[in-house]
């Protein structure tokens, strides 16, 4: 429970103001139909998230526990920092018409976006941590759900309402609090 509940948080804080939740906001405002925008999120999530915590579960397999904490720890206070850097989507990735419908092209371009992107190395770092990937990857997935959704359906209102720089900084403490618990052997 403990490895849903983190995963969850930590993800939901951090996809705040990221290029992805970005993304969100763009195709919901050009397409204005949420389901297949949300759907596309989704199942984008899930293969990217399930992808990355098999590569942190073996991961953690394959490096002693003594090395794997020191990872681990530098990794999260590196997110945390990461996290401060604001993201901003580009203007040609904005202008691209879908070819194979609002779907597809979310799908595609959510699984591109987040491959590299501070979530995705957050849920290498957490199935590393975690025994559960399942946990893992279901938390992570809905805390991008619970970010994304809320773009999705509020469109640019929400993005001009939310205090992101104050959630930046609570989810930047957060990894790095989380980096020097792990460090300390505390985690």
């Known amino acids: 429970m403990e490895a849903l509940l983190v995963s969850t948080g930590v993800v939901a804080l951090a996809e705040i103001g990221d290029k992805t939740q970005l993304l969100a906001l763009v195709l919901a405002a050009r397409y204005r139909k949420p389901l297949p925008i949300i759907l596309g999120i989704l199942v984008a999530t899930l293969l990217n998230h399930a992808l990355a915590g098999a590569v942190g579960a073996l ?34 990735q904005e202008a691209r018409p879908p070819r194979f419908g609002i779907f597809a092209a979310t799908l595609v371009a959510f699984f591109l976006l987040e491959m590299g992107d501070k979530t995705q190395i957050a849920t290498i770092a957490l199935a590393a941590r975690y025994e559960s990937l399942i946990a893992v990857v279901a938390g992570t997935t809905l805390g991008m759900m619970l970010a994304n959704v809320p773009a ?36």
Request: hydrophobic share 60%; glycine share 10%; no cysteine.
């Open 59 to 92: 991961l953690a397999a394959a490096i002693g526990p003594s090395a794997m904490r020191w990872i681990l720890g530098l990794s999260f206070i590196a997110m945390g920092i990461w996290t401060l850097i604001p993201d901003k989507i580009d203007e040609e």
């Open 152 to 187: 999705v359906l509020l469109g640019q209102m929400a993005a001009k309402s939310l205090p992101l720089r104050p959630i930046h900084i609570t989810a930047a403490a957060i990894f790095i609090v989380m980096g020097v618990l792990v460090l300390r052997g505390g985690v």
